[in-house]
C-alpha cells in the first residue's frame, strides 16, 4: 500500500474519531441547565436522569445510527424550575405525554400533519427556535462576557475546521478555569416532590406536547433531513414520534427527565462534528459514568461556568437559525419565514405557527390575485 494513501486514511480516520466526540459534547448548553437545576432543587435524583439520557442515546445509536439528540423537554424544564411541578406530576406528565407519541407514531395522521405544513413555515419554526435559543445563551453568557468571548473565539474554529474537537476542548478548558460564574445550586431536596396536582400536570401537557410534536417531530425531521441527506431515509416523523414516546414511557416513571429529540440539539451535535453514531454512544457512556458517580457528579458539571455554556448554546442557535433552507428560499416565502420566526420567538412554538399559517395563506392569496391579473394586463396592452 502507497504510505500516502495510508497516511491520509489515518488521519480522516481521526479527524472522523474527533469530531464525533467533539460533537458528541456539542449539545451541553442545552442540556446541562435543565439537569443540573432539576436535580439541584431535589426534585430529580442524578442517577435515574443520567440512566435515562443514557438509555436514549443507545437508542439513538441503534434506530438512527446518527448523531440525533436526546434532550430535556424545554417546557416541562421551565416549569419544574420554577417550581410548578413536582416529581411525581414530572414523572405524571412525563409518561402522558410518551404515551401520546408513541400512539401517535402507529398512525398515518402526523405524517400527513406534518406534510401539511408549508416548507417556509417550518423553517421560519427552525429559525424562531434558533432565536430563542440565542436570546438564553446572551443571558446566560452575560454572566462572564470574557470567558464566553473567549469559548466564542475557540468555537469559531468550527468553521474553519468543523470536526475538530472545539466543544471538549471548551468544556475541558472551563472545568479548568477558577471562574466563580457558574449555575447556582440549591441545597437540599424539597419535602413536596412527592406531592400530585394533575391541574398542574395538565398545564405542563398543554404547554409542551405541542411543541414536542413541532420542534422535536416535525422541525427536527427537516433539520434531520438536511444535515444528513444521505441517511434522510432512517428519520422520520413517525419514527422520531416513536423514539421519544418509548423513553418517555418506560423510563420517565423511574425518575428520568422527560425526553425529546430537539431540532437545536441535531443541529448542535452537527456543527462540533459529530456525523455517525459514535457520538450518540460517547454520550451514552458519559451519562452512565456520571450516573454511577451519583450526587457527586453535580459539583463537577457545576463548576462548567455559565458563561461557557452560553457559548455552546450560542453555536446551536446560529447553526438551527441558518439553515439551508433559509438561503434556498424564494422571495415570496421569505416575510411568511420571518413572520414565523418572529412569532415563535415573542409567542412560542404554537403562536409562530398560526402567523406562519395566516402569512402563507395571505401569500398564496396575493400570488393568485397576481396571476389572475397578468393576462388583464396583457391584454389591455
Not at 33 to 45: D, H, K, M, N, Q
Not at 269 to 278: E, N, P, T
Not at 288 to 294: D, F
Amino acid at each position: 500500500m502507497n504510505p500516502d494513501t495510508s497516511w491520509r486514511r489515518y488521519q480522516q480516520a481521526f479527524t472522523s474519531l474527533s469530531g464525533d466526540i467533539s460533537g458528541a459534547f456539542g449539545d451541553l448548553g442545552t442540556l446541562l441547565p435543565f439537569v443540573i437545576s432539576a436535580i439541584s432543587l431535589g426534585v430529580l435524583a442524578p442517577t435515574p436522569v443520567f440512566f435515562g439520557f443514557a438509555a436514549g442515546y443507545l437508542l439513538v445509536a441503534v434506530v438512527y445510527r446518527l448523531p440525533i439528540a436526546v434532550q430535556p423537554m424545554k417546557a416541562l424544564g421551565a416549569i419544574i424550575l420554577t417550581g410548578g411541578l413536582t416529581s411525581l406530576e414530572t414523572a405524571w406528565a412525563g409518561t402522558i405525554i410518551g404515551a401520546v407519541l408513541l400512539t401517535m407514531s402507529f398512525t398515518p395522521h402526523l405524517v400527513r400533519l406534518a406534510r401539511a405544513l408549508p416548507q417556509s413555515v417550518v423553517t421560519g419554526l427552525q429559525a424562531g427556535l434558533g432565536l430563542m435559543l440565542g436570546v438564553l445563551a446572551v443571558d446566560m453568557m452575560g454572566a462572564g462576557w470574557l470567558i464566553a468571548l473567549l469559548a466564542l473565539a475557540l468555537l469559531a474554529l468550527s468553521w474553519i475546521w468543523p470536526r475538530g474537537p472545539w466543544a471538549l476542548l471548551v468544556v475541558g478548558g472551563a472545568l479548568l478555569s477558577d471562574s466563580t460564574a457558574t449555575l447556582p445550586l440549591a441545597a437540599g431536596s424539597s419535602p413536596e416532590s412527592l406531592a400530585l396536582s394533575m391541574p398542574a400536570v395538565a398545564e405542563g401537557l398543554m404547554a409542551q406536547l405541542p411543541l414536542t410534536l413541532l420542534n422535536a417531530v416535525v422541525v427536527a425531521t427537516a433539520v434531520a433531513h438536511s444535515l444528513f441527506p444521505d441517511s434522510a431515509r432512517r428519520v422520520s416523523e413517525r419514527r422520531l414520534a416513536a423514539t421519544s414516546g418509548l423513553l418517555n414511557l418506560a423510563l420517565v416513571p423511574f425518575g428520568a427527565m422527560p425526553m425529546c429529540h430537539g431540532a437545536g440539539g441535531i443541529a448542535a451535535h452537527y456543527r462540533f462534528g459529530a456525523r455517525s453514531l459514535i457520538a450518540p454512544l460517547t454520550v451514552a457512556a458519559a451519562c452512565v459514568l456520571a450516573a454511577l458517580q451519583g450526587p457527586t457528579v453535580i459539583a463537577w458539571l457545576a463548576a462548567i461556568p455559565t458563561p461557557v455554556i452560553g457559548a455552546l448554546l450560542a453555536n446551536a442557535a446560529i447553526e438551527l437559525m441558518l439553515g439551508k433552507r433559509l438561503f434556498d428560499a424564494r422571495p415570496d416565502c421569505r416575510p411568511v419565514i420571518a413572520a414565523t420566526a418572529l412569532g415563535t420567538l415573542f409567542g412560542g412554538a404554537l403562536v409562530g405557527l398560526a402567523m406562519g399559517l395566516v402569512s402563507d395563506r395571505l401569500r398564496l392569496h396575493v400570488k393568485h390575485r397576481r396571476a389572475a391579473r397578468a393576462p388583464q394586463d396583457g391584454g389591455d396592452s
